[in-house]
């Protein structure tokens, strides 16, 4: 994901800012702000409901992309059906 000005990212380049969340003391990163700390478990909540409702999983890949997610795969012409091998 890269750097970030989160703490967790940026303690490690500025020395004095603390890289663990205050509230888990876990690395306050991005994939632990937005999957995993309990400081934002309702907005997570509400994003994972709202993410549900239109049939997209709940990752780190999709809270990131979720217009992404929605388009679904990509298939290839192989995993087209073909009319003609029916006859």
Known sequence: ???TLLPGGAGKYVLGVD???PRCQEP???LNMLLHCQNHKAQRDH???A???HGIVFNLSNVLDPKG???GPVLCP???PSR???N
């Open 84 to 86: 003609l091998s029916d």
């Open 78 to 80: 192989r995993q087209i």
């Open 1 to 3: 994901m890269g750097t």
């Open 19 to 21: 890289p663990a969340c």
């Open 47 to 49: 994003l994972e409901a």
């Open 28 to 30: 306050l990163t991005a």
């Open 69 to 71: 997610a929605a388009r």
């Open 51 to 53: 993410l549900h409702s």
